[in-house]
């Protein structure tokens, strides 16, 4: 999904699909035209001979599994499940068409799959770690939603409320955050990213989408992101202070690691 949505111009890369059918060889008796592997059909006394079919595709077969041995490492998918990824693409495409802000225009108006590579400098240990994020969707600054960086997820349920939950439950108030602040960084805090988008989609038919946002303005109630930033910042300092150390707590060792 992801794939076929943000950059379709990979699938050929990244995938190969799988034929409907193979072609196999069986003994057909010219009779009663019974087929099977034996030489020789017993009701009609006579030989088989050999004919070409299609069977529906089998990995076990040795021909379907030397043609998934040819691809080369690429993820081998069905038909059956490329289609339920394209008509999930579609679903999200089509989604509020008439509306003011529909998916495909946030979609049209931004870069995809853009890469952000950093460094996390730890002022109590004087540690650097390395870090990167990738973002599903930055909008260029030349769009309506120039405030924006965004991101792709796949759910259970994408109604409001439940959906609010699992964020919370996934953490995705601290990828915003750490997103958010690593792109700021990297472009030098020239642009004004505050709001984080969530392109939402249940994962099963008719894969209803949704938009949910997180905002990071100072006077939003119930901050999301500022609460994922203490947080992501919080677990850094104690990464780096684990490195330094060499000591990983456990669970029961202090208040810091129960809560983390």
Sequence with gaps: ????LLTPEMFP????????????????????KSQTDSKSCKGCKTDRVAVKIQKEWNNNSNTCAEWIANQGGKEIVSPKSLAAAAAAVNRMLLFEPHHEYPIKRFL????????VVGEWHDEATGL????????DL???????FAKC???LKSTRCAAI???QRDAFKMRYHVQAAFDTDLYLEATGH?????????????????????????SDMPDTPGNFIALGRVTYRKQLKLYCACLKSGIWPSYDDNEEAVTQ
């Design 138 to 144: 930055v909008p260029r600054a030349d769009t309506e």
């Design 161 to 163: 409320i439940p959906f």
């Design 149 to 151: 960086l965004g991101d």
């Design 190 to 214: 020239k642009e004004d990213r505050n709001t984080w988008c969530l392109l939402v989609q249940e994962n099963f038919e008719p894969y209803q989408p949704g938009k949910r946002i997180m």
């Design 13 to 32: 890369k990244k995938y190969a699909v799988t034929p409907e059918t193979y072609e196999a060889t069986v003994m057909e008796c010219p009779v009663c």
């Design 1 to 4: 999904l992801d794939v076929l």
């Design 128 to 135: 650097i770690v390395p870090v990167r994020c990738l973002l």
């Design 108 to 115: 049209d108006a931004s870069d995809k799959q853009v890469l």
